[in-house]
């Protein structure tokens, strides 16, 4: 497969993480005994990042994940025009938006704390197929993404609060 995704007759979409590679265009290969590329670098919003057959990186600091801007620019898209609802949106998002980045921020700092202790059962013995390293590690990704998604928003929505509402009609 060449997208490294594949669709079941239930018609779900699963990312095959054991066949994605951080590289410029080769094509995925299987690599179904869950060891890493030799020579990769994983970034920290992938769980190879973190288990011990890939990069072996310690989890990045909550206040150094930088914001995304992808999620900065789909935040200013999805904002109201009349200025009297964009005001009202930005300052219900942003509250919302921090709370939950600080939910995100004690989940992270947990998991990094309680490792697999902190994760359900269901996380760890059907979503992760038992591999308790990997759960661990795919969880930590997936919290490092949540949380520049949402800096990255916040980053949006403040900007639009300080100086952006005034310039909007």
Known sequence: MSSGKQT???????????????????????????????????????????????????PVAFDDIPASEESTRAMAQELPMPRVKRIIAVREQLESERRELDAARVRYQEIIDRGTAALSRYDREIAYGGNDEMARAGTLALLFQQAAWRKGRIACLERERSGGLSRTK
């Open 8 to 58: 079941h007759a239930i018609g779900q979409l699963y990312f095959g993480w054991s066949e994605s590679r951080p590289t410029d265009g080769d094509p995925p290969q299987e690599n179904s005994n869950l060891s890493a590329p030799s020579g990769c670098s994983y970034g920290p919003g992938h769980p190879w990042h973190y288990l011990l057959q890939g990069d072996n990186a310690q």
